[in-house]
């Protein structure tokens, strides 16, 4: 009776687990995706450095490690704090939350741009190319440090450890 109690309880948590790797891969395939869609836009532009296979598969990589990262974050319990001469407690906003939220808005858009850009055939050209690529860039780099960041922190509240 207690091998079947125990056979009943663990499925659901290896399944929970294995959706959970499941939507983790899928979000790096997106960045990896957003990531190609980027550098492939950011090559037309005929510049030498941008054409190459070590400039595109940082930026694939990134992207995979950013969406990763970056996307599902282990939230922490919404803070109150109780200001003096309030009447009731005023939430507070979550830094790393609006940080990986900024990033993978930053993100998307420069991909959507890029992809825009490729269906419609159009050439970088000037200053279109470096805020793409700043945008890509600054988006999966905040993805990143949000996810590292939220991570270390739900480590060190898991371990008793405090702000």
Known sequence: MSNE?????ENPVLISRLA?????????????????????YLAKGNIETL?????????VLLGMIGFYLGIDIPRLRVVHILRPGA???VPQWDTVELLSATGTF??????????????????PQGLG??????????GVIMQIG??????????????GVSD
């Open 87 to 89: 009447k009731r407690p």
């Open 146 to 159: 949000a996810g590292a960041i939220g991570r270390l922190r739900a480590g060190d509240h898991a371990a």
């Open 51 to 59: 054409d190459s296979t070590s400039f595109i598969a940082p930026m």
């Open 5 to 9: 109690f125990n056979a009943q309880t």
């Open 20 to 40: 959970h790797v499941i939507e983790r891969t899928g979000l790096a395939m997106s960045g990896a995706i957003c990531g190609t869609f980027v550098a492939a």
């Open 106 to 123: 930053l993100a998307a858009v420069a991909a959507l741009v890029s992809v825009c850009a490729i269906v419609l055939d159009e050439t």
């Open 129 to 138: 190319e470096f805020v793409i690529g700043s945008w890509w860039l600054l």
